[in-house]
């Protein structure tokens, strides 16, 4: 009964979704088990671009069912949209599932998350003010909205009610500083995207947002399911089930850099309750990791490229994100929190993605200790936050590459200082490197010691 987990072993932005597309191949379903649509999987196929947000990534097998399970967090709209966006591609969403126990973002929850994240302009966390963590903290106070909800206007209407009534007090705040923005900016001014942009009217209508949601429900109906049996019942015939993650480890709400973090959990573990199957249907987990280290938004990043270098490798790499575009902070290979990773996930395997981005660089460095502020080595990633914020790393240097190696299909095709380089990350994590992206496409991937 093999369960896969597909999970980000960085801070996100890995490249999971191209990994997820090339595995599903192999799989009868693949489940994507936590987040939100502040999560974005891109896949290049024949140089075509499709971008994800809610949607699991193996949506191009058409012969495949696809699944967000019950521990993400489902915005309407935008999964509307991108059915819609698919069905206009050509692609078949027919085997499209969605958990009707999955909890609902809705428009109140944007609000409050764009006006969390709002210093004058300025952004604290860094989150994408999608709504996810409003959401999720209404979900842990039993006032969440689930997808079943939808398929009954009465019980829809009794839920928003009770969820919008303890919020009352924060959207008149936000109100009342929304008018106070655009006033000081002036009339014809340019009001900061951040401040203003994607708001919706604070006079949030309950009977319009039922009738509203109603519709939607209409259009998903054909999709909404028990998903949870769903997996026993390909799990129990034996057939493979992916898992996939949005984020990344170090991500975490437990474990990752709080509160620099997601608001769900984006390990491993969390496939188990995100899609509602035990823990022993988990039979292998691969760690997703570039070939370098990126993080998008606020938080400590210990082997940052602040310089010229940092801009090349984002620019090379087309560093910006698919949900926000923005631009994501770049750094070298960071293998003590990549280790971390590794031990909090049990990772069997390892994927690492844009060794292309790589050449013409050397020579390549990689983290292998911190040292801290007072001068203490630390070998392993450090439980506290106030550590690893002035932590120093240190490096091992390895020879680069200069050869394009985008027409790599075979390992031995890869130059030897590539190969050195991916041996050398292998053997301190003590995980195998099983697959390399060497360029954006799904073909552009070189499967190692086959």
């Known amino acids: 009964m093999p369960g896969v987990v597909i999970v980000g072993a960085q801070w996100g932005d890995e490249g999971k979704g191209k990994i997820t597309d090339l595995l599903a191949a192999q799989a009868e379903v693949i489940v994507r088990f936590q987040g939100g649509n502040n999560a974005g999987h891109t896949i290049v196929r024949e140089g075509r671009q499709y971008k994800f947000h809610l949607i699991p990534s193996g949506i191009l097998h058409s012969e495949k069912t696809c699944v967000i ?120 001014a340019k009001v900061p995207e951040s401040a203003v942009a994607d708001v919706p009217d604070p006079r949030l209508d309950l009977h319009t947002m039922v009738e509203e949601h109603v519709s939607f429900g209409h259009r998903l109906e054909p999709h909404i399911a028990d998903t949870a049996r769903l997996c026993w019942d390909t799990l129990d015939a034996g057939k493979t089930v992916i898992f996939e993650g949005a984020q990344a480890a170090l991500l975490d709400l437990d474990h990752g850099t709080y509160p620099f973090v997601t608001s769900s959990n984006p390990i491993a573990g969390a496939a188990t309750v995100g899609a509602g199957v035990g823990p022993t249907d988990i039979t292998e987990v691969w760690g997703i990791a570039k070939a370098y280290a990126t993080r998008v938004g606020a938080g400590p990043f210990p082997t940052e490229l602040e310089d010229e270098l940092g801009d090349h490798m984002v620019e090379r790499g087309h560093e910006f994100g698919t949900t926000t575009g923005r631009r994501r902070r770049c750094g070298w290979m960071d293998l003590v929190a990549l280790r971390y990773a590794v031990r909090l996930n049990r990772m069997d395997s390892l994927a690492i993605t844009k060794l292309d981005v790589l050449s013409g660089i050397g020579p390549l460095r990689v983290a292998v200790r911190y040292r801290s502020k007072e001068g203490a080595v630390l070998d392993t990633f450090p439980y506290h936050q106030s550590i690893l914020h002035s932590a120093t790393p240190e490096y091992e240097e390895l020879p680069g590459f200069d050869e394009d190696i985008g027409d790599c299909r075979e390992e031995a095709d890869l130059p030897q200082a590539a190969r050195d380089y991916l041996a050398y990350i292998s053997d301190f994590v003590k995980v195998p490197v099983r697959l390399v992206g060497v360029g954006p496409d799904r073909d552009q991937t070189v499967r190692m010691g086959d």
Do not use: F, W
């Not at 903290?137 to 009465?154: C, F, S």
């Open 69 to 188: 399970g019950n521990g993400v967090v489902v915005d309407p709209r935008v999964l509307l949209g991108e059915i819609d966006e698919l069905k206009r591609a050509g692609i078949s969403v027919r085997n499209l599932r969605i958990s009707a126990n999955a909890h609902l973002i809705m428009p109140y929850h944007v609000l409050l998350d764009t006006a969390g994240e709002t210093k004058l302009g300025k952004l604290s966390i860094g989150t994408t003010r999608r709504g996810i963590g409003p959401c999720y903290a209404d979900k842990a106070l039993r006032l969440g909205i689930r997808v079943q909800d939808l398929l009954d206007e009465k019980i829809l209407r009794t839920k928003i009610r009770a969820a919008i009534e303890p919020k009352q007090q924060a959207l008149r705040e936000l109100s009342v500083q929304r008018r106070k923005i655009r006033k000081e900016a002036g009339e014809d």
